[in-house]
């Protein structure tokens, strides 16, 4: 009996010294539980990079695809009494290319580019800029050209296009203009050439003055 007088009272004293040292009331009945949070981890959004897109070089003309090496990579411009003439683009095409038939259908190019001796169509972007002071312009009142494209040693000769011919500084299929001073105009013409490539060169007459500049030198020279 009394041995078990003294092992209930260690008990109750180590219990007691455990309260002691925690300073808690150990009770299950009166205990409220605890939750202890879980450290939260605050997102950080992962930045996504994107790829640098490489820029898609844009296409100036398809000299190459017959056989021939420019000089000077397009666009080249040349000028001449107060007006400048910039070769945006250059692409030739067989004039029975579907290319070609397109072009001829939707601006009503002349018969003579399908039926008389035309070989190719050289369709240009270009862009005309005039600088000087006075009115420039290619009508019936001033009718002279200002620029030509010389292809072996011939100048080609420019196509009318019907469905615009009556409009002013067309900018689909030029063919009558009038550029104010400090004006300019981007727009498409059409040349016809009766023979492949040998060499080519651009020449622009305006003022008194004039400058040519060769875009394709003849092999050889």
Do not use: C, H
Not at 170 to 179: D, G, P, V
């Amino acid at each position: 009996m009394k041995k078990r007088v003294v092992e209930a009272t260690l008990v109750a004293a180590m219990l007691f010294s455990v309260v002691l040292g925690q300073g808690v009331v150990v009770n299950a009945e009166t205990v409220t539980p605890v939750v202890t949070a879980k450290p939260t981890t605050s997102a950080v959004p992962t930045a996504t990079v994107k790829p640098i897109a490489t820029p898609v070089p844009i296409m100036r003309d398809n000299l190459s695809k017959f056989g021939l090496k420019k000089d000077l990579e397009l666009p080249v411009t040349i000028s001449a009494g107060g007006l400048s003439y910039t070769l945006e683009k250059l692409m030739v095409y067989d004039v029975k290319s579907k290319d070609a038939q397109e072009l001829i259908k939707k601006y009503g190019y002349r018969e003579k580019v399908t039926l008389g001796d035309t070989k190719y169509m050289v369709w240009t972007k270009i862009t005309i800029t005039n600088n000087s002071k006075n009115i420039v312009q290619l009508t019936s009142k001033s009718p002279a050209m200002k620029w030509v494209i010389n292809v072996n040693g011939s100048i080609l000769t420019p196509s009318m296009p019907k469905l615009k011919a009556d409009e002013i500084n067309s900018k689909e299929a030029l063919w009558n203009w009038k550029i104010d001073p400090g004006k300019k105009l981007s727009t498409y013409q059409m040349f016809g050439a009766l023979e492949d490539f040998k060499d080519m060169s651009i020449i622009i007459y305006y003022g008194g003055a004039f400058e040519e500049k060769t875009i394709v030198k003849r092999q050889g020279e």
